[in-house]
């Protein structure tokens, strides 16, 4: 079975600055597919940016980027010039390879503050 | 409609008590998927359905738990005979097709509530 984890329970940046988040996985396929989630109070999930994994290059989307690490099943969002708008839980997620339909094994969370 | 949309927002229901939470996927959308969310947990895949059919219902925690897509749209989840572990937010998504590399569209959930 496939694992997700995310070792920062909270983080906090300042306004305009980057920050990291972490994201491990554990799985024996060699397919998959990686997603980051943005959960805001109001709690609607909200897709920030996705990963496949036979891609090598790594995803960005506006402000937002991925460190891909294929090998070391690892998968960090980095979120640039950090906007308060941005403060939200955020999920990383974990698809097999499927013509079928696969749900998503969601990590914890790591709930990120953005400070004024 | 523009998204996925669920009912009720909030439940409240005494334990023992039947509930059924509703799901309205994004039109046209094969995928429809059920997952339970803890208070500061992510969310824990329940079931999955491709237009009608129920095709992975591993996740769900017990046989009080039942869900349907009968016209492979709406989805109901019904809980039978509610305990307190039942009380979480409930999270519908739908994705366009069956294949896994499609995001999956949520809704805002329904938090249920077992006094």
């Known amino acids: 079975a496939q694992t997700v984890t995310q070792s920062q329970p909270e983080m906090s940046v300042q306004e305009a600055e980057t920050v990291t988040l972490s994201c491990t996985y554990d799985t024996s396929e060699s397919n998959y597919y990686l997603f980051w989630y943005k959960q805001p109070p109001s709690r609607q999930m909200i897709l920030v940016i996705r990963?496949?994994?036979?891609?090598?290059q790594n995803a960005t989307e506006n402000r937002f980027s991925v460190n891909f690490q294929k090998a070391a099943k690892s998968f960090s969002l980095k979120i640039s010039d950090s906007q308060l708008g941005d403060t939200a839980m955020y999920f990383c997620?974990?698809?097999?390879?499927?013509?079928?339909?696969?749900?998503?094994?969601f990590g914890p969370g790591t709930r990120l503050s953005v400070l004024p | 409609g523009a998204g996925v949309s669920q009912s009720p927002r909030y439940k409240v229901a005494k334990r023992g008590q039947d509930v059924a939470l509703r799901c309205d996927p994004i039109?046209?959308?094969?995928?429809l998927f059920w997952y339970q969310q803890a208070l500061g947990q992510g969310p824990e895949f329940l079931t999955y359905f491709q237009n009608e059919a129920q095709l992975d219902k591993s996740g769900l925690p017990s046989d009080r738990f039942f869900a349907e897509r009968p016209e492979g749209s709406v989805s109901t989840l019904k809980i039978q005979r509610t305990q307190q572990e039942d009380s979480a937010v409930y999270l519908c998504a739908s994705s366009r097709t069956r294949n896994s590399n499609q995001p999956q569209h949520f809704g805002d959930g329904t938090r249920l509530s077992i006094l």
């Open positions: 997620a974990f698809s097999r390879y499927d013509n079928y339909g696969q749900n998503f094994v």
């Open positions: 990963q496949e994994a036979y891609k090598q």
């Open positions: 039109s046209g959308h094969v995928s």
